[in-house]
């Protein structure tokens, strides 16, 4: 099976910075997307930011602020948020996609436990 370990969350003011680190481990052979969601309370869970092997894509809303990066050596993504407002508060959920498990066939999904960020304004 696999693990996805979250860390980073935390209160901060508007105007500063948070970065998140999501590490997956277990049998794991090779991952294609990593990204972040989030969700406000009373609302759905949206993306952030994702990377497809090198590919990045961002909301609307995160664009110029966030910036998404992996390190596949240590099968870990990160999430460098800056310039926060009080509209990112939410729960930040890590996700792996097309993840390809040692000595099995298909690919797999994985989401991390949430981590809160909060952005006092």
């Known amino acids: 099976q696999v693990q996805l370990v979250e860390s980073g969350g935390g209160l901060v003011q508007a105007g500063g910075s948070l970065r998140l680190s999501c590490a997956a481990s277990g049998s794991i052979l090779s991952i294609n997307i990593m990204g972040w969601y989030r969700q406000a309370p009373g609302k759905q869970r949206e993306l952030v930011a994702r990377m497809t092997g090198s590919i990045t894509n961002y909301a609307d809303s995160v664009k110029g602020r966030f910036t998404i990066s992996r390190d596949n050596a240590k099968n870990t993504v990160y999430l460098q948020m800056n310039s926060l407002k009080h509209e990112d508060t939410g729960v930040y959920y890590c996700?792996?996609?097309?993840?390809?498990?040692?000595?099995?066939?298909?690919?797999?999904?994985?989401w991390g436990q949430g981590t809160q960020v909060t952005v006092s304004s």
């Open positions: 996700n792996v996609d097309a993840l390809r498990l040692v000595g099995l066939g298909g690919q797999y999904s994985y």
